[in-house]
């Protein structure tokens, strides 16, 4: 198996993290862990690998110092499971270990993480900010997204390919909000927390980045504005 399908197998387990990682509430995952249970670090790396490899790439400029930095994140995420209080989630705690890793190997690197401004590619006005709810979502989502026909399955696997290029293609600022915004699931204080951002960065970089997923699937699959 290669590496782009392993990533792909990784990325569809990442639609249901209850189902993937069972019932178990956080505290009672970390004490399954802290019990050494082998089953459920499996589950769980399985389950983040390719999540805390999709947001440290933009990050560190690189893959394979992308995987050095998630192998760095897995080590420090196991010496520090006894010192997990809950004050977030599991999930959130392991994504600000991710990015304190990120930008440590960053500075090593010799690069500045562009999260605490908008920098010269952030100049200009907010793109179709009529697209999104005071929210933040979608005005008008895509319709056939929420048709379970076998057709729409096929679209949404292939929506999902299409955000996956798009957020390729994002500045490392923009990809890294809307992927913990949007793909994660992250309320926006945490994702300010995490990525040092205040308010209006975080929503100027969120709904640019949201407007060129838009504008990718409308030039797709031919969805009228």
């Known amino acids: ?33 802290l019990r050494r249970d082998e089953a459920a670090f499996v589950r769980l790396v399985d389950t983040y690998h390719f999540r805390l490899l999709r947001l440290a790439l933009p990050l560190v400029g690189s893959r394979s110092v992308a995987e050095e930095t998630v192998q760095d994140t897995w080590l420090a995420i196991l010496d520090g499971l006894a010192g997990f209080e809950g004050r977030c989630s599991l999930k959130t705690w392991m994504f600000h270990i991710l990015l304190n890793r990120a930008r440590s190997r960053a500075a090593k ?7 605490s401004a908008l920098g010269p590619a952030e100049e200009g006005p907010v793109e179709e900010p009529e697209r999104f709810t005071a929210a933040g979502m979608w005005a008008v989502p895509p319709s056939s997204w929420g048709v379970e026909s076998p057709e729409a399955l096929v679209l949404r696997g292939e929506a999902m390919e299409c955000i996956e290029e798009v957020l390729a293609r994002l500045p490392a600022n923009q990809r890294a909000v809307v992927t913990l915004r949007d793909v994660e699931g992250l309320e926006a204080e945490e994702v300010r927390e995490l990525l040092q951002l205040s308010e209006s960065n975080q929503r100027v970089l969120l709904h640019r980045g949201r407007a060129k997923l838009r504008r990718a699937l409308e030039e797709r699959f031919g969805e009228a504005r």
């Open 1 to 33: 198996m290669n590496q782009k399908r392993m990533d792909r197998g990784s990325e569809m387990r990442t639609l249901g993290d209850t189902a993937w990682l069972g019932s178990d509430s956080d505290q009672e995952l970390v004490q399954r862990l």
């Open 109 to 115: 690197e010799g690069r500045s993480l562009p999260f």
